[in-house]
């Protein structure tokens, strides 16, 4: 089937609209398209075994035995209707359109009735019998011939994702969410399946694809369509997990119209109901939402992190509380396949992230382990940089971040990094924030460059040398060191310190605290350049008032902090000896993982303070990826002359303007 009849039975099944215009938004055609397009497909699917089915229905009518085994057995599929009702007969009878209808929904297996409940069929029908519009909708589709002998399963799915696209483009306000751009998902599937051409191309080859935000399946259905396209005859099993209950329903509509198990697609939360997590997969691939706080699920993510460790899928660490991206990925991590001895096995990874997981997050924090959790394991094999206003939803700069565990030999140990922002071409019309998109130049470039990059960055006459960087894992961790400097104090009795230390709770608690700051008031004036001589003067003061000099080391600790001042020339501190660290001082430096860091603070630091120290107690390690920063290209700002002139000539066009407005 070529593409002209997709787009022609598409085209009837959206014809649709022209009864729904007045009665029904724009934005939501697609709530009666899509489920009246499943039901008559499953309706053509089921036809040539409709009277086994019957006959079995029957059969078992009556008897204490649950009868979907043999039901399923009788209709060929995983899925029947034990109903005599077809779409036609229902359109025959408009008085009893809607009550014949519910009937015949009602009659179809558990699996299909879920994805229609999914899609709020029962309410579309309410509303379209109340606008007298629903037997007319019915008597389109009953003319659609879906018919697995003209439409096969693989062009269904042509035609149903066509369907999806429309309702995506009428809906964009809310597209995004759940519904990548189709050119996204090719460049994005290329990248993850590209390397394994040639091991796709063996007879008889079996591969899973896994997408735990599957939204639409319109990642799974390019996945399936990719290694398809290479190998005919390759095995394609997909799986997914949703959790919009309408886009669950179209992703498991679309493999019931394909011929897939649909019970392969599960419905919930990926993080708190994982429903695939003992399996393994061959490839793995998301666009999950970006930015979304994962605080719903927040009890039972902590939980397996503190509980279940490494048998856990958040071992690494949790990132902050809005924005669960990285949980989706350590979830993914979490089903790959093992690598066995003859390194066969294994498996790849895409997903879409926006910048924020490259930096967020100090050494030390969730995100920051994460990162050093995946390089640290040689995981993460490429990061390509998308252009920006390529989504419907957001116009942010997007990123691909592809990993394995079965790296080749020139990728161990090493990270890939890609500029592709140039690679794009403007829409005639933008749909919400997408504003551009990848055309077919574009997908293969950045695609051959991706085959490529090791060469292209280490060879300067590469065409795309500028593109690809290459960095080994270790390049992206750093030494998070706390530079410590000396307290250093004089010590006075001024108005300000006096104020200070009569308000300090160790002095209020004492029972002669009026007369005690009232014997140090006597010294008003005075300083002293060391802590020991102005404690000498402090104590002989309240001694001579006739009181005790309080003793405890919260008291001395009051005094000290209250009667000393901050001084570059003052008296080092010293606890036991060693010098105190100064915290308004405290200072933090990033060194490079490998670097010796009491060698950066001689060459870095002491040039400019050469009392500070290195606090090692508190050093940590931090992962990032400044993906912008490696790519950064400087331009030298213009020339002051060529700025002047400018102005001097728009001035002089506002001025013409002025005068002729004047005239």
């Known amino acids: 089937m070529n593409s002209s009849k997709h787009t022609e039975l598409a085209n009837h099944a959206w014809s649709v609209a022209d009864l729904l215009r007045g009665d029904y938004k724009q934005s939501d055609y697609g709530k009666v398209i899509l489920p009246f397009t499943v039901l008559r497909r499953l309706e053509c699917v089921l036809e040539p075994t409709r009277e086994q089915v019957a006959e079995t229905a029957a059969e078992y009518e009556g008897q204490d035995i649950d009868p979907d085994y043999w039901l399923r057995k009788a209709s060929g599929h995983s899925f029947y209707n034990r109903s005599d009702l077809t779409l036609k007969k229902i359109a025959g009878d408009p008085q009893n359109a809607a009550e014949n209808l519910h009937i015949y929904v009602g009659a179809f297996s558990e699996n299909a009735r879920e994805v229609l409940d999914k899609y709020e069929f029962s309410q579309q029908i309410k509303r379209l019998a109340t606008a007298d519009l629903l037997y007319q909708v019915i008597g389109k589709f009953t003319d659609l011939d879906l018919h697995p002998d003209v439409v096969p399963n693989h062009n269904m799915g042509y035609i149903f994702e066509e369907l999806i696209r429309r309702f995506a483009e009428q809906s964009n306000e809310t597209a995004g969410e759940h519904f990548t751009p189709r050119e996204v998902i090719k460049l994005m599937v290329n990248l993850l399946i590209a390397p394994d051409g040639d091991a796709l191309q063996v007879p008889g080859v079996v591969r899973t694809v896994m997408d735990p935000a599957c939204g639409t399946g319109g990642m799974l259905s390019a996945a399936e369509e990719h290694i398809r396209s290479l190998n005919p005859d390759a095995t394609v099993e997909v799986y997914g997990q949703e959790l919009n209950p309408e886009s669950w329903a179209i992703c498991r ?10 019970e392969h697609i599960a419905f919930g939360n990926s993080f708190s109901d994982p429903a695939h997590r003992r399996e393994r997969f061959d490839y793995l691939l998301a666009n999950p939402p970006f930015g979304v706080e994962w605080k719903k699920v927040k009890d039972e993510v902590e939980y397996e992190h503190k509980h279940m460790g490494e048998a856990g899928r958040f071992a690494a660490g949790l990132p902050r509380i809005n924005d669960g991206s990285l949980l989706f990925l350590q979830h993914m991590i979490s089903m790959m396949k093992p690598v066995d001895v003859k390194g066969g096995g294994g498996s790849r990874i895409a997903i879409v992230f926006n910048g924020s997981p490259l930096f967020t997050g100090a050494a030390g924090s969730g995100e920051s382990e994460i990162r050093r959790w995946i390089l640290e394991n040689d995981w993460l094999e490429a990061i390509v940089a998308l252009p920006d206003q390529l989504f419907y939803n957001t116009g942010i700069s997007t990123y691909f971040w592809i990993l394995t565990n079965r790296k080749s030999p020139d ?20 749909l919400g924030d997408k504003r551009k998109e990848l055309g077919k130049q574009h997908i293969a470039t950045v695609t051959r460059l991706y085959a490529e990059a090791i060469q292209a960055a280490a060879d300067p006459n590469h065409e795309l040398h500028a593109k690809a960087k290459v960095f080994d894992n270790a390049a992206f961790g750093y030494q998070r060191i706390t530079v410590e400097r000396p307290l250093k104090l004089r010590f006075e009795v001024t108005e300000e310190t006096l104020t200070a230390l009569a308000t300090a709770k160790p002095v209020q608690k004492l029972a002669d605290a009026e007369p005690f700051v009232a014997a140090i008031r006597t010294l008003l004036g005075a300083s002293w350049s060391k802590k020991s001589d102005a404690l000498v003067a402090l104590k002989d003061a309240v001694v001579a008032a006739g009181l005790l000099w309080p003793t405890g080391a919260p008291f001395a600790k009051a005094v000290r902090d209250t009667i000393g001042v901050r001084d570059p020339g003052g008296e080092v501190q010293k606890i036991k000896g060693e010098p105190e660290p100064d915290t308004e001082l405290r200072d933090y430096e ?22 500070a120290w290195i606090d090692h107690t508190k050093t940590k390690i931090g992962y990032e990826i400044p993906f912008t920063r490696h790519f950064y290209e400087y331009v030298p700002p213009r020339p002051l002359a060529e700025i002047d002139a400018e102005l001097k000539a728009v001035e002089a066009e506002i001025q013409s303007l002025l005068t002729e407005a004047m005239q």
């Open 411 to 430: 990728h161990k140990g090493k990270v890939v990094l890609l500029d592709a922002r140039d690679q794009f071409q403007k829409m005639r019309k933008s």
């Open 590 to 611: 990033n060194v490079p993982l490998g670097d010796d860091v009491e060698d950066y603070l001689k060459r870095e630091v002491h040039p400019h303070v050469p009392d």
């Open 253 to 262: 509509s679309d493999l019931m119209i394909k011929g897939q198990d649909p």
